[in-house]
């Protein structure tokens, strides 16, 4: 049998992992903010765990800041990087 070289493990050197697709919603409400959130329009999630213990979710929205919505006036979607192409989401 053929010995397999092994990679030496070394803690010189942090490989972090690109995260897979970033996650994206969809806005479905917009009753108290129809200025600042188009329905049916896509955002970028950005991630904020005491935000999300509260109910609600931080979107970068239409005044290009981000911001704290309610939760229910979204659902997570998953887009193809073909889609995030097409839509100038791709990072």
């Known amino acids: ?3 397999v070289k092994k990679r030496p493990k070394s ?3 942090s490989v972090r992992k690109k995260a897979s697709n970033p996650p994206y919603v969809v806005c479905v409400r917009n009753d108290d903010y129809p200025a600042s959130l188009e329905l049916r329009k896509i955002y970028r999630l ?4 005491p935000a999300s213990k ?7 929205d239409e005044s290009g800041e981000d911001y704290l919505y309610p939760a229910d006036y979204f659902v997570a979607i998953k887009l193809t990087r ?3 192409r ?3 989401l791709a990072s």
């Open 1 to 3: 049998m053929a010995s």
């Open 86 to 88: 097409a839509v100038g």
């Open 46 to 49: 950005m991630m904020d765990k």
């Open 11 to 13: 803690n010189a050197y």
């Open 82 to 84: 073909m889609v995030e």
């Open 54 to 60: 509260s109910g609600l979710v931080r979107v970068v």
